[in-house]
């Protein structure tokens, strides 16, 4: 009995504002937008009975996911959010990986240091660390002021309001979550094998490619997810660097919602979000699994 | 011994100043006289004067405070819980779907999150606040106290707390007097993490807010949306210090603990 409820009361919790939640965006998307409160239809009328489900459920139709794929703002934004967030995946990962590769190679009694160094930022407001990227891109900003004052440009540089401020705004809010595992694997590598490498004649730079590379595989594929997956539905990034031709799905459906008032419509464009996320996130999981059973 | 070769010594360098410059230009300007960043007018305070005189920002901060001091500590208590759950309640019918459902909101996108339990709110008739914001925080965050927790209970020595039982304890006095303490440390970084997540939130907070509260960075977000602002600059710094005092005295107060065990184990090992 005891047992019993130590289960229920974190499973009831997360049926309830996890699942149950969920369904409602499912079954609002399935809805007709309307001028009423809350504004779409069907209600569900349980006082009708059977007769009041059943007229519940005739009225529910596809007609939001048909337009999305008619309008192609919506499927415009898909894509580019796919893309934003690759671009930006790769940008990280070329970044990440020296720093990752240098923390593990630097001295033993560094490397508490360097990682409590890597994990600070992220204790720090994620919103503020994407401000920051404002006041330093603005047309008057800080970049602009030091390049016109030194002589190196004439010109203020347009960048805030752009795509490239939503990549170095990606870029440096998830770029921990590159280095962590990266370096994870890399620690654990084992030193005598560059050696061996370079003692049967390989360069450093092949025994680079044909070793450390794929030793540090895992962390690579780790890394690459935990830092895309976030970023596809990322909204405050797009929001605030971005221009108004940057397309990200998580603005679309903020502005959907709060600004259209299409609530309707707001939860089929996540329902899609959801079911193009399921893919990564299953390979994600499988290779982690994978890795877990290796391990042990 | 290892030294630093150049070309690590240059990555870490140049990468560190990548993660750092942003915040440390951050608290430069909190300090500059002048409303617009290009120039530079001198030293000067008067911006934290300015926030510390704003009723709203200190409301919002104490609106934000509440919450994630609420949602911190229901998440931690459910998350230990589902984390026992996971790793010792052994098989029981829907256990896949419960740990989908631990897993599920930490890749969920904020926006769907704050949407579907927005949709939740309003279905049921519960009035937008500080309740529900409590709610959705607690939601999400006792996932990751769950995953937290339970990292540290699946590499626990279980004949500890058979022993326990062995020896007459009750279930609850073998996790009471047993188990918390050894799991305490992740206990307290599950719930240190879930009130950072809490403070941090703005997309979450939007949707399940009403305008009865507003938090800090719903506030700070609206501000800086269409520009730059001193105000948000102060108020940056500030949260930056804390965090960063909180963060270095954490690390060496786990320093000190570790250096008094291995003291003790000595002291110990000599008798």
């Known amino acids: ?296 | 011994m290892r030294r630093f070769s150049w070309f690590n010594a240059t990555a870490l360098s140049l990468g560190f100043a990548f993660l750092y410059l942003p915040m440390i230009v951050l608290i430069v300007y909190s300090f500059n006289e002048s409303r617009l960043v290009t120039v530079w007018a001198g030293f000067s305070t008067k911006w934290y004067g300015e926030l510390l005189r704003n009723q709203e920002y200190l409301d919002a901060a104490w609106v934000t405070l509440k919450v994630a001091l609420m949602s911190s500590t229901i998440a931690t208590v459910l998350g230990t819980l589902a984390a026992y759950v996971l790793v010792r309640a052994g098989r029981f019918s829907g256990r896949t779907l419960f740990s989908g459902m631990i897993y599920a909101p930490l890749v969920m996108p904020e926006v769907i999150t704050g949407l579907s339990l927005l949709l939740l709110f309003i279905g049921i008739g519960l009035d937008r606040g500080v309740l529900t914001i409590v709610l959705a925080h607690t939601t999400f965050a006792m996932c990751y106290v769950s995953v937290v927790v339970s990292s540290r209970l699946a590499t626990f020595d279980r004949s500890l707390e058979e022993a326990a039982l062995d020896l007459g304890a009750t279930p609850f006095d073998s996790f009471r007097l047993v188990t918390l303490p050894i799991i305490a440390p992740a206990v307290i970084s599950g719930w240190l993490l879930a009130f950072t997540l809490s403070l941090d939130d703005l997309v979450i907070a939007s949707f399940t807010t009403g305008p009865s509260a507003t938090t800090l960075p719903i506030k700070i977000f609206s501000a800086v949306r269409l520009g730059v602002s001193p105000e948000i600059n102060a108020l940056s710094t500030i949260m930056i210090g804390l965090v960063t005092i909180g963060v270095i005295s954490a690390s060496l107060a786990t320093k000190r603990a570790a250096v008094a065990r291995a003291r003790d184990e000595q002291a110990a090992a000599r008798t």
């Not at chain 1, 998307?29 to 779409?40: E, H, K, Q, T």
């Not at chain 1, 909204?235 to 397309?247: A, D, K, Q, Y």
Request: glycine content about 6%; charged content about 15%.
């Open chain 1, 1 to 296: 009995m005891r047992r019993f409820t130590l289960i229920a009361i974190p499973y009831l919790w997360l049926l309830a504002l996890f699942l149950v939640p969920f369904l409602i965006v499912v079954k609002i998307s399935l809805s007709d937008v309307a001028i009423a409160r809350p504004p779409y239809m069907p209600q569900l009328d349980l006082s009708e009975g059977w007769a009041g489900l059943k007229a519940f459920f005739s009225e529910l139709d596809f007609e939001n996911f048909a337009f999305l794929t008619t309008d192609e703002l919506y499927w415009k934004s898909y894509l580019s959010s796919l893309r934003i967030a690759l671009i930006s995946t790769l940008l990280a990962l070329v970044i990440g990986y020296p720093i990752a590769y240098g923390m593990a190679r630097a001295p033993d009694e560094w490397r508490p240091t360097l990682l409590m160094l890597v994990i600070l930022p992220f204790w720090t407001s994620f919103l503020i660390r994407v401000y920051a990227w404002k006041v330093i891109l603005a047309g008057d900003g800080v970049l602009n002021s030091v390049l016109v004052a030194t002589g190196i440009i004439s010109e203020p540089l347009q960048i805030l309001n752009t795509n490239t401020a939503v990549f170095i705004g990606i870029v440096y809010t998830y770029l921990p979550f590159m280095i962590l595992p990266i370096y994870s694997a890399l620690e654990k590598m084992d030193d005598s094998l560059l050696e061996a490498a370079e003692d049967l004649g390989a360069s450093r730079l092949s025994a680079f490619w044909m070793i450390t590379i794929p030793l540090s595989k895992g962390g690579i594929i780790a890394g690459c997810f935990l830092v895309f997956i976030p970023s596809v539905g990322e909204f405050v990034i797009p929001e605030l660097l971005g221009g108004s031709g940057t397309l990200m799905i998580g603005r679309v459906l903020w502005q959907e919602f709060f600004n259209n008032l299409d609530w309707p419509l707001a939860s089929a464009v996540a329902v899609v979000l959801l079911a193009i996320l399921v893919i990564p996130i299953m390979i994600f999981q499988r290779s982690e699994d994978r890795a877990r059973e290796r391990g042990e």
